[in-house]
């Protein structure tokens, strides 16, 4: 069943190929648009056994990184100018240079001193203590959560949508990284094959997007209880181009009804607050070791000026620009989508997000002792 039947099935309007949030240039779209569609084929003649060979060279299971043969500086530095004149060789496919463009990152990504899980450094790695927290609230949801990932965000140790992959297991999650060949076959075969019983959902705010507890309840009136969800995994640019890189028509799209507004939503996440004039501190406490207040924050009892705008847990370890509030990371949001989808499960939703953010803390403090710096949510890091 195509996309168009699921939106109507689900009495979504169609939205708009030309999005108003444009600061994009002509030259970023035409690159961006290329990723998706590496599925069209490979570069075919000489160029295309180059190309090929050079790709097999990089070519890794991005999803059981833990069978990755480690490489040293040499593995890049034999493979630099043969891909970098790929990249610039006209004849060849723009969906092989961003494939090979992927891997290349993902590789450099992953050869560095870090979990090949985690991303942390081995000696924070928090793989262990993942997997206890996973085991001890048996953490689980009817729906399937895909995690489309830009390249640049694979291997940093602040990366959230690897962490909610680590979560939910292979049987309710998947990674997709950006501009890699198999990655993007696999998610244009799932958008192409969402059916009414099965609807695919992308978790994007675009001025068009349903509220998901509305997409929710047309789920429920006609018996549907499970979906795709597919969360973009980057920055606000990278998710912005990514999302305009989705076929036509694209898949219906949700957002998070403004927090605080949602059923529990406003119990999940706060915003700092700062003293009039206490410019300093704002601009720094997305670093701060303010151990009592990350602490308060985490506990949801730390003082909130606006319920509507949360800030992320995430915020200690990653710069966000502009205000931090109302920024959440890819973990958070589709922990409250994932409640919001579940009203009926309500209890092992709650469970499943409260877990979720009970794994980013401590991914977090690792990350921050990782830094030099003191953790700021748990003693017992
Ligand atoms: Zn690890």
């Avoid at 001193?113 to 953490?139: A, G, K």
């Avoid at 990514?242 to 036509?248: D, I």
């Avoid at 606006?306 to 847990?313: F, I, K, N, Q």
Wanted: charged share 25%.
């Amino acid at each position: 069943m195509t996309v168009s039947l699921l939106r109507s099935s689900l009495a979504i309007p169609a939205c708009s190929a030309a999005s108003s949030s444009a600061a994009v240039t002509q030259k970023t779209i035409t690159s961006s648009t290329s990723a998706l569609k590496a599925a069209a084929g490979p570069t075919t003649g000489a160029a295309g056994a180059g190309a090929g060979a050079l790709r097999a060279s990089l070519a890794f299971d991005i999803h059981n990184r833990q069978d990755v043969q480690p490489v040293d500086a040499t593995f890049f530095e034999e493979r630099r100018d043969a891909v970098h004149a790929t990249l610039k060789d006209a004849s060849v496919a723009p969906e092989d240079k961003q494939d090979i463009s992927a891997l290349w990152w993902a590789r450099k990504a992953l050869s560095a001193n870090r979990c090949p899980s985690c991303w942390l450094n081995p000696r924070y790695c928090v793989c262990n203590i993942v997997r206890d927290m996973c085991q001890e609230t048996n953490v689980t949801t009817p729906h399937k959560v895909h995690v489309w990932m830009h390249h640049k965000e694979f291997g940093s140790a602040s990366n959230t949508g690897n962490m909610l992959c680590h979560v939910l297991g292979s049987e309710k999650s998947r990674l997709h990284l950006l501009g890699h060949r198999e990655s993007s076959l696999e998610l244009l075969n799932l958008l192409h094959s969402a059916s009414a019983s099965r609807p695919t959902l992308v978790l994007y705010p675009a001025p068009d997007a349903e509220p998901i507890s509305r997409v929710a309840e047309t789920m429920r009136e006609n018996g549907v209880s499970a979906c795709d969800l597919v969360v973009l995994d980057g920055t606000w640019g990278h998710a912005r181009r990514m999302y305009r890189e989705l076929p036509e028509p694209r898949p219906p799209h949700v957002h998070l009804v403004a927090f605080g507004t949602d059923g529990d939503a406003d119990a999940v996440v706060r915003k700092p607050v700062f003293a009039r004039g206490d410019a300093r501190r704002k601009a720094s406490y997305w670093k701060s070791t303010d151990k009592a207040y990350w602490q308060a924050l985490a506990a949801g009892d730390a003082p909130t000026d606006d319920e509507t705008a949360p800030s992320s847990l995430l915020a200690p370890v990653r710069m966000y620009r502009g205000p931090g509030s109302g920024r959440l990371c890819t973990l958070e949001a589709c922990g409250i989508a994932l409640r919001a989808l579940d009203p009926d499960g309500r209890d092992g939703a709650m469970a499943l997000d409260e877990t979720l953010r009970a794994v980013l803390r401590r991914k977090v403090d690792r990350l921050l002792l990782q830094n030099g710096t003191e953790a700021v949510y748990c003693d017992d890091v």
